[in-house]
C-alpha cells in the first residue's frame, strides 16, 4: 500500500512558475513509476506528465513540453511537478499517482494509488 500526499499548487499570473510535490509512505515511491494528472472544471482528468523507477525515463503530453519538469528524489521518496511559463488554460486540479506496473502509462485506470489532489489557478 502506498499513500500519496500532495503540497504546493496554489494561485498565480500567467508566465509565472509553481512546483508541486507528492510525497511517498508505506511501500516507498521507489518502487513505482509516477505520472502526474490533471482535471479542469467540467473536463475528464488527462495526464500529463510520467517517470520511471529510476527517473532515467520521463515523458510529457505535448501541450506542456517544455515548460513542465516531472524529477523524483528517491532518497526523499517524492516526485515532483515543476512548471514554469504557465498559462490560464493549465488551471486545474492536479493530481500524483503511482502505479505497479514496469513504467509509467498515460491511462488513468493503469494507475493504482492517488495523491489528494491541488489546486492550480493561473490568472491572466
Known amino acids: 500500500q502506498v499513500q500519496l500526499v500532495q503540497s504546493g499548487g496554489g494561485l498565480v499570473q500567467a508566465g509565472g512558475s509553481l512546483r508541486l510535490s507528492c510525497a511517498a509512505s508505506?511501500?516507498?515511491?521507489?518502487?513505482?513509476?509516477m505520472g502526474w494528472f490533471r482535471q479542469a472544471p467540467g473536463k475528464e482528468r488527462e495526464f500529463v506528465a510520467g517517470?520511471?523507477?529510476?527517473?532515467?525515463?520521463?515523458y510529457y503530453v505535448d501541450f506542456v513540453k517544455g515548460r513542465f519538469t516531472i524529477s523524483r528524489d528517491n532518497a526523499k521518496n517524492t516526485v515532483y511537478l515543476q512548471m514554469n511559463s504557465l498559462k490560464p488554460e493549465d488551471t486545474a486540479v492536479y493530481y500524483c499517482a503511482a502505479r505497479g506496473g514496469i513504467n509509467y502509462n498515460t491511462r488513468i485506470e493503469e494507475y493504482d494509488y492517488w495523491g489528494q489532489g491541488t489546486q492550480v489557478t493561473v490568472s491572466s
Open positions: 517517470i520511471s523507477k529510476s527517473g532515467a525515463s520521463v
Open positions: 508505506g511501500r516507498t515511491s521507489s518502487t513505482y513509476p
